[in-house]
């Protein structure tokens, strides 16, 4: 573990304590102060049925916020902007957190690419993504004027808080079960109740699905489905792209019938270094011609944050003039292609930058009613691949020393 990670853990431990305890303290005694004033609340509640009755209304607007009223009312103001001030602090955990684990997504596969933008040059997470922000931006727009003030929201928050705390428990059994090798017995002892509290409030909060908790169900539901026919639709398009011409016998033809060749090196993008890359057969279809260098490159990511720096590159001498390479990155890193390139020549790679040139694949998909997918999934599919951002720019590759080159898949 990096000193930093090991610096920075002891004052993180320290405030969640803090959190805890104060948290704790706080529901408590908002706790008490509601049993010590159930009259008062059933008068109260009684009045706004009445009135609601009254205008016709089928639901009670009914507000009541223990945390305002517990306090004195010379508290109530200075409450009221402390409370502002969290709110606006915990939006801003909210973006960056939603920026990050769509990054983690994308370096996974369970997302099409998309821009991301370096905002520092010392820390390597903080980033911004245009567009999960405009359509954060979008949903907050959305659901302010659709519900029209904080306390129609309640029934979506709650849904989604106590969806939360049981999936943050789920994962907690796999923590202790699986990443501290614990047994299973344990680890189930361990979040069994919290499992079983938190099941009570999800039961509870799921009575008002159709007051305003249907919101979050429809996102979870349409995000879910996203990753789904994206996950699916790259397995199918691979499977298409194993049926072309093996690396192997490529190179086994062109030794008895060599094309020209002309100076410098071509850096070919794959996902599998096993099957001659789409852009290499073009170029050799149209261009009969091959590059004195050749280099089939893989990225690949790990499901760690960080790949060891150990398997960063693997450089592998496939043919006297063809290297095949292997990038590996963890989901938290940035994908640097030309970065990563320049430290493979500690493993042996050698080739001048301003001479190379990176050859990639487009392919534009064409659904098709044998793909194994739905047709509205097809359209989902091709809709996400077609907004995906370019691979040029996700790796990080020079825009004028890039050559794409395309072709029509149907999936």
């Known amino acids: 573990m990096p000193t930093w990670a090991i610096s920075a853990a002891a004052p993180i431990r320290a405030a969640w304590v803090g959190i805890l305890l104060c948290l704790t303290l706080n529901y408590l005694g908002q706790g008490a102060f509601v049993i010590g004033n159930l009259d008062v609340l059933n008068s109260e509640y009684q009045l706004a049925r009445d009135a609601a009755r009254a205008v016709g209304a089928d639901t009670v607007q009914f507000d009541f916020s223990p945390f305002f009223e517990m306090a004195p009312d010379m508290f109530r103001l200075p409450l009221v902007i402390l409370a502002t001030a969290a709110t606006v602090i915990a939006s801003q955990a909210v973006i960056s957190g939603a ?6 997504a994308i370096q ?12 520092s040059e010392t820390q390597a997470g903080q980033i911004y993504m245009p567009q999960i922000n405009w359509l954060l931006l979008a949903g907050v727009l959305i ?22 705390m049981l999936m943050s428990t789920c994962m907690m059994f796999i923590v202790i079960w699986k990443l501290w090798k614990r047994p299973m017995i344990l680890a189930a002892a361990v979040v069994t109740p919290f499992v079983i509290i938190e099941s009570i409030f999800l039961a509870s909060n799921l009575q008002r699905v159709w007051s305003g908790g249907f919101v979050p169900l429809l996102l979870a539901g349409g995000l879910i489905l996203t990753m789904w026919t994206w996950v699916r639709g790259t397995r199918l398009l ?16 062109l030794s008895h019938h060599p094309p020209h060749r002309v100076r410098g090196a071509a850096i070919f993008l794959t996902g599998d270094p096993d099957i001659a890359p789409a852009a290499l057969m073009h170029n050799l279809k149209h ?13 690949k990511t790990v499901n760690a944050p960080r790949a060891p720096e150990i398997e960063r590159v693997k450089v592998e001498d496939y043919m006297p003039d063809v290297k095949r390479v292997t990038l590996t990155f963890g989901f938290m890193e940035t994908p640097n292609v030309v970065k990563a390139l320049t430290e493979a020549r500690k ?21 098709s009613e044998k793909s194994g997918m739905p047709l509205w999934q097809d359209h989902l ?13 996700f790796f990080h590759i020079p825009s004028g020393r890039a050559v ?8």
């Open 143 to 164: 659901l302010t004027l659709a519900f029209g003030s904080s306390t129609r929201l309640a029934a979506a928050y709650g849904i989604s808080i106590t969806g939360e």
């Open 347 to 367: 493993h042996g790679l050698k080739f001048d930058i301003m001479k190379t040139s990176f050859f990639l694949s487009r392919r534009t998909i064409v659904p």
């Open 287 to 299: 261009n009969q011609v091959l590059h004195e260098q050749i280099i089939i490159l893989t990225v």
């Open 404 to 411: 794409e080159l395309g072709n029509q898949v149907m999936v």
């Open 381 to 393: 599919f091709i809709f996400l691949a077609r907004n995906a951002t370019n691979a040029t720019d």
């Open 238 to 253: 691979a499977e298409t792209t194993r049926r072309d011409e093996p690396l192997a016998k490529l190179f086994e033809t």
């Open 99 to 104: 920026f990050s684990l769509t990054q983690q």
């Open 108 to 119: 996974l596969g369970l997302l099409p690419r998309m821009e991301i933008r370096r905002t």
